[in-house]
């Protein structure tokens, strides 16, 4: 076995056993399931249940789990089959069913919109009907290997964010559909299929996308070593973001991938987006555009050993990659050598005359060139972006939960009741806090939103 190969290996058991990707580590729990219960939820209304012969029943008006009962059926054996009854209310399922190891079969409610983890590590066969109204499926599925295949043309037009939804899977190919034509913003698919041992092929239709939505495929197939074929088709040619947005950590250790088709270009950035792809030989793009994060070429083709052609790259003008280019231990740190072990017949146009020439000292055959025409600026500018959006859409009184929308991955912290808390809002710019204390009438909510190359922007609003 070859050196790469038991890296890859060890880095994908090593996410499966620490949650690298987020998946949670449960045992059976000792104590038996009460055969009755209920539980109070958010909106201080309840869930009751029934557990017969193996089918767990839930019921009532509650919408989700208090945060102290969101593990309370984690890792039940005894738990086969989960419904929902009619009269059930429940909006979100978040992490409900985690490392329930026998749960095969599940009948879900009509009004489920969040599904993030619900059925992490469980033995599930099949997804299950999902609601018409589901948004996020975030880590829904991920380590149930028993589901070896998904139509996704079939999975509700409503899902924006996949996030490592299927990894862990042994599905053996994929064949996504874009449904929802009016949506703007970002399509999630972070990490969808990631360390799915079996995939083999992907193809990804984006007939449907307007002209203000795009696709986030960040680690898309991070770590699937028997993936050997990907194709991305039939994006519009109107397409603002025509292609892929942020390509990072896309096909990593794919060690037989041997064709990836994209009909239009990529976007923001390819760190490690072809990492350790030794049977890459077809690489069809448009080139790479808007390349921002000043680290967005660090490890992309390393060890691509017989890739050939050339390929244009082009930065955003206020990408700090021409700050960094400036200094040969920043480049360093930022872009290391992203062309380790590459073939002579690999060349690369880069609108970056420093980076050019940084890249052709480094240890590689592959070919460097300055674009002139993809310099938009000539050199760094510090200027600065405002955010246009922040807002908070959730934040009534009695409730322990905050839900705002500001810039993609920016960094929020939040300010109430004496307390302080911070996430990093999603690819479409949404963000949710979970309060220590319920929301009472006048509460001030300080929000403050931050992300490298835009102004700080702040807000206060008031609880009604």
């Given amino acids: 076995m070859s050196t790469d190969r038991k890296k890859w290996i060890i880095v994908g058991i090593l996410a499966m056993l620490w949650g690298i990707a987020g998946s949670a580590s449960v045992t059976a729990q000792e104590e038996p399931l009460p055969e009755k219960g209920s539980m109070l939820c958010e909106n201080y209304e309840k869930i009751e249940y029934v557990l017969k012969d193996g089918t767990l029943t839930i019921s009532g008006e509650g919408d989700r789990l208090q945060e102290d009962d969101q593990y309370f059926f984690h890792g039940r054996e005894e738990i086969r089959r989960v419904e929902f009854a009619e009269d059930c209310r ?15 079969d599940v009948k879900l409610s009509p009004l489920i919109e969040d599904m993030e983890s619900a059925f992490d590590s469980t033995g599930l066969e099949r997804v299950p009907e999902l609601p018409e109204g589901v948004e996020n499926i975030s880590r829904a599925f991920i380590n149930c290997t028993g589901i070896t295949q998904v139509d996704f ?8 964010n996949f996030t ?20 703007t913003g970002a399509f999630d698919y972070s990490y969808c299929l990631a360390y799915c041992p079996n995939l083999t092929n992907v193809v990804f239709d984006g007939s449907n996308l307007n002209n203000a939505a795009y696709l986030w495929l960040e680690g898309l197939c991070d770590g699937c070593d028997s993936l050997k074929a990907f194709e991305l088709k039939n994006v519009p040619a109107s397409n603002i973001q025509q292609g892929i947005y942020n390509g990072a950590n896309m096909f990593r250790g794919c060690s037989q991938l041997a064709t990836v088709k994209n009909c239009g270009y990529f976007f923001y950035s390819v760190a490690g987006a072809f990492e350790d792809c030794v049977s890459l030989k077809t690489l069809q793009t448009k080139g790479f555009r808007g390349m921002y994060a000043g ?16 390929y244009y790259v082009a930065f955003q003008n206020t990408s700090s990659i021409y700050r960094v280019a400036k200094s040969s231990t920043s480049l360093k740190e930022s872009v290391g050598n992203p062309f380790k072990n590459c073939g002579s ?27 002139k025409a993809g310099d938009p600026t000539g050199g760094y500018t510090s200027q600065k972006k405002t955010i246009s959006t922040l807002k908070l859409t959730k934040y009534k009184r009695k409730t322990k939960k905050i839900i705002g929308k500001t810039v993609k991955k920016g960094k929020v912290t939040v300010k109430v009741s004496g307390k302080t808390y911070k996430v990093t809002s999603n690819s479409s710019g949404k963000f949710t806090i979970r309060l220590k204390k319920v929301l009472k009438k006048k509460n001030k909510i300080k929000v403050t939103v931050s992300k490298s190359g835009y102004k700080t922007k702040s807000k206060t609003f008031k609880v009604k």
Wanted: include cysteine.
């Fill in 153 to 160: 043309a079939k999975l509700p037009a409503s899902i924006t």
């Fill in 90 to 104: 429940m909006v979100d399922i978040t992490k409900m069913f985690v490392a329930c190891a026998n749960l095969k």
């Fill in 345 to 371: 017949g690999l060349a690369l146009h880069i609108g970056c005359k420093d980076l050019v020439t940084y890249l052709n000292k480094r240890d590689t055959k592959a070919k460097f060139y300055y674009w």
């Fill in 295 to 310: 680290d967005c070429l660090l490890d992309t083709f390393k060890n691509c050993k017989v890739l050939r052609g050339s």
């Fill in 164 to 183: 490592r939804a299927f990894q862990g899977t042994s599905i053996t190919t994929a064949n996504f559909m874009v449904r929802d034509g009016k949506k």
